[in-house]
């Protein structure tokens, strides 16, 4: 409620937060400007005051949170469908580039795509008895691979060539 709050009022929040990769917790403000659910986990997306632009914290490892008096203000070209545009998962960083992905679908999985796609780019381009093939164009994050490597068999990667090798080597690794 104390985020929402802030959010629809545009104050600041002062957080103390505890990161899985930190031994100690951080205190901070923060401009909180959405929330995002992933995998039933709620992310909170916003401005911290560093360069680094927008970023992003899960609400799960929040000790505290209080909103501050101080107003704040959404930047004017910030959107959030174009922040998550070609993007998988919650995961954003200035350094990952979208690219097509070409999917091979076993006719059983098809179903499951079809009823729901994996992201909002997702095109079905080849049908067949057996199978079907789905173009992408977003980042292969952490997220994706994950997702793609739960399908098991059912799913190929047929390109980029580089992200198929690495779904390949993993896949080797987990089943050898």
Request: hydrophobic letters at 40%.
């Given at each position: 409620a104390v985020i929402i709050q802030a959010i629809r009022d545009s104050k600041k929040v002062e957080i103390r937060y505890q990161s899985f990769r930190k031994k100690h917790e951080d205190h901070f403000v923060f401009e909180p400007y959405f929330l995002k659910e992933f995998k039933r986990r709620w992310y909170l997306y916003g401005y911290k005051g560093d360069p680094d632009g927008c970023r992003m914290l899960s609400l799960d490892r929040m000790i505290t949170a209080r909103i501050t008096s101080e107003n704040f203000t959404l930047p004017k070209e910030f959107s959030t469908d174009g922040y998550f545009e070609n993007i998988y998962g919650v995961r954003v960083y200035s350094d990952m580039k979208p690219e097509k992905v070409l999917l091979k679908v076993s006719a059983m999985q098809t179903k499951y795509f079809r009823s729901l796609p994996l992201h909002r780019s997702q095109k079905e381009i080849e049908t067949n008895e057996d199978y079907?093939?789905?173009?992408?164009?977003?980042?292969?994050?952490?997220?994706?691979?994950?997702?793609?490597?739960?399908?098991?068999?059912?799913?190929?990667?047929?390109?980029?060539?580089?992200?198929?090798?690495?779904?390949?080597?993993?896949?080797?690794?987990?089943?050898?």
């Open positions: 079907s093939v789905f173009s992408y164009f977003l980042t292969t994050d952490y997220d994706f691979k994950q997702d793609i490597l739960s399908f098991g068999n059912e799913v190929e990667v047929l390109e980029p060539q580089t992200f198929r090798d690495t779904i390949s080597s993993i896949a080797l690794t987990l089943y050898n």
